[in-house]
């Protein structure tokens, strides 16, 4: 965990809260970093000096497709994607609960526990986690 904060200080988004990091890990083995930020060639909201969710009011955990970054689970499936590293049993540890779009991309990835810090404001992805038998842990600092 103490590594997906890390990753998460990479993070192009506006929001200082909201700076998000995942890491998947399998065998023991970090496979792949990721954290939230514009797509490749897009300029990210620090860039444009703003964020587009403040600007037209969306509250957090709506609306997800209004918004510049690629999220932290989204960017670490990917890059496993790009470097043909299958992701089948891994677990991702991310600082945030995963939203439903992420939740769905994890259950179909292959990634069968997440492990989060910070709570977010989805019910939702963690119904989906439960029914597609993905195990979800909330960090427990003192173990």
Known sequence: MEMANFVSTWSSCYKQDRHVGAIIVRDKR?????YN???????????RGECIRIKLGIPS???QEVCYAVHAEQN???????????????????????????????????IK?????????????????DEAGVSIEKFNNED
């Open 37 to 47: 930020g514009a797509p490749s060639g897009i300029k990210s909201c620090t860039e």
């Open 113 to 129: 526990r997440v492990v989060y810090e910070q709570g977010y404001p989805d019910e939702f992805s963690l119904k989906l986690f």
């Open 76 to 110: 670490a499936i990917c890059q496993a994607a790009k470097l043909g590293i299958s992701v089948e049993g891994a677990t991702i540890y991310c600082t945030h609960q995963p939203c439903t779009i992420c939740a769905r991309l994890i259950i179909n990835s292959g």
């Open 61 to 63: 955990g709506t609306r």
């Open 30 to 34: 970090i496979i792949t970093t990721g």
